[in-house]
């Protein structure tokens, strides 16, 4: 099935470094959705963007949407352990025909 | 307030067998998706469900069929099943469709976890 371009696959920084990763396709999306998935769990919602050229803050947590609508990014300031987990960028797509279309994922591991 | 419940949470079938899965929606929420999350990967799209019809659909044969019932809650069923069914089906439940008013984002579900053997 069809996934976005995640990047990168896996990053593994210190503790207080920022991140940065994201995610393109070749299909417009109305609504582009960063979650992140702890181990047993179901995605978690991080921040939603539903503008083109929006820009959203959530804690440490800042993510674009992109002016062509066909990227986002998702930046993590001042990292700490408990961000560590897998994060998804998704695409949304509907009304009456909905598709909601994930990434690969971005495995992030903080070292204390 | 109460999640999104997802049962059972463990399965192991064997191949050619059928298989329901089942899902309880957040309170308030009248929307339901499924997907198919293989190990390493993304989730994958199914279907959703909005006020009891099927509202949009990913690129899954006939044989992953779903149901929402009036009070919302929802079941996924897959006819003879492959060895690549194997994986974590999550649940994810909203309100109203996306783009509209009364539209909020999904809350997911911890998932149920198929094997087939």
């Known amino acids: 099935g069809q996934q976005l371009n995640q990047s990168p696959q896996s990053m593994f920084i210190q503790e207080g470094e920022d991140v940065s990763m994201n995610c393109t396709s070749s299909s417009i999306f109305n609504t582009w959705l960063w979650y992140k998935q702890d181990p047993g769990e179901g995605p978690v919602l991080l921040i939603a963007?539903?503008?083109?050229?929006e820009l959203t803050s959530n804690g440490r947590l800042t993510a674009q949407f992109g002016i062509t609508r066909k990227d986002s990014f998702l930046n993590i300031s001042a990292s700490i352990p408990s961000d560590v987990g897998i994060y998804f960028c998704a695409g949304e797509s509907g009304g009456s025909n909905y598709k909601l279309t994930f990434g690969k994922g971005t495995l992030l591991t903080v070292n204390p | 307030e109460t999640g999104v419940t997802q049962s059972p949470t463990h399965l192991i079938k064997t191949r050619g067998q059928q298989v329901t899965l089942r899902c309880s929606s957040q309170s308030g929420h009248n929307t339901v998706s499924w997907y198919q999350q293989a190990l390493g990967q993304g989730p994958q799209f199914i279907f959703q469900y909005y006020r009891e019809e099927e509202n949009g659909r990913g690129n899954f044969p006939p044989r992953f069929s779903g149901l929402q019932f009036p009070n919302y809650s929802s079941e996924l069923n897959v006819n003879a099943l492959e060895l690549d069914d194997s994986a974590l089906y999550l649940c994810?439940?909203?309100?109203?469709?996306?783009?509209?008013?009364?539209?909020?984002?999904?809350?997911f579900g911890p998932g149920t976890r198929l094997t087939v053997l």
């Open positions: 994810a439940s909203s309100s109203g469709l996306a783009g509209g008013p009364e539209y909020n984002e999904q809350f």
């Open positions: 963007l539903y503008k083109a050229g």
